[in-house]
T-cell receptor, first 115, second 115 residues
Framework: AQSVTQLDSHVSVSEGTPVLLRCNYS??????LFWYVQHPNKGLQLLLK??????LVKGINGFEAEFKKSETSFHLTKPSAHMSDAAEYFCVVSEGSSNTGKLIFGQGTTLQVKP | ETGVTQTPRHLVMGMTNKKSLKCEQH?????MYWYKQSAKKPLELMFVYSLEERVENNSVPSRFSPECPNSSHLFLHLHTLQPEDSALYLC??????????????FGPGTRLTVT
């Protein structure tokens, strides 16, 4: 069965410094992996996705993530944090065996960006 | 309208009321989902419809009743709710069956408060 673990519940960075949000996954299949972002009182927005093509995936707003099969990790990074990046981030794995594409969500990481 | 829309955005109801949440997707997808997001908890998948047929019901109490009249619309009918049902209810849609990566697109949510 698939599962996903976000290693930090809260990350705080200063504006202009790098961001690293960590995610490990467990999957019996070749997984599809996603990062979603949720700003306060908003729905979830897809940041990027990995679907067995390039292991380094570029997303919106300068974010990227690298799929590392040997480490079962899919960490999210950004070179320079912006105040608008403050939000909740979810690492997600797709249950690829299901024809409905059921998603398994991590617990979420709250990113705080300090001026 | 583009993407996934949800109405109302906010709803306050008493425990004896009956109300409905509405979701509409303008993406040409054929699968739709209801999620519940409570504070300090991961997203809980409630219902999945694929090609207008309910394919998953994750042991949701019968006071929640979904309806999917066509591939673009999804409703969640509510009656005799409990205070612990207060949460953000998120609707999502995706391509099912033929999709490679199953990414889901979310609406902004309905913030429900049960008094």
């Amino acid at each position: 069965a698939q599962s996903v673990t976000q290693l930090d519940s809260h990350v705080s960075v200063s504006e202009g410094t790098p961001v690293l949000l960590r995610c490990n996954y467990s999957s019996s299949y070749s997984p599809s992996l996603f990062w979603y972002v949720q700003h306060p009182n908003k729905g979830l927005q897809l940041l990027l996705k990995y679907t067995s093509a390039a292991t380094l995936v570029k997303g919106i707003n300068g974010f990227e993530a690298e799929f590392k099969k040997s480490e079962t990790s899919f960490h999210l990074t950004k070179p320079s944090a912006h105040m608008s990046d403050a939000a909740e981030y979810f690492c997600v794995v797709s249950e690829g065996s299901s024809n409905t594409g059921k998603l398994i969500f991590g617990q979420g990481t709250t990113l705080q960006v300090k001026p | 309208e583009t993407g996934v829309t949800q109405t109302p955005r906010h709803l306050v109801m008493g425990m004896t009321n009956k109300k409905s949440l509405k979701c509409e997707q303008h993406l040409g997808h054929n699968a739709m989902y209801w999620y519940k997001q409570s504070a300090k908890k991961p997203l809980e998948l409630m219902f999945v419809y694929s090609l207008e047929e309910r394919v998953e019901n994750n042991s949701v109490p019968s006071r929640f009743s979904p309806e999917c009249p066509n591939s673009s619309h999804l409703f969640l009918h509510l009656h005799t709710l409990q205070p612990e049902d207060s949460a953000l209810y998120l609707c999502a849609s995706s391509q099912a069956m033929t999709a490679l990566s199953y990414e889901q697109y979310f609406g902004p949510g309905t913030r429900l408060t049960v008094t």
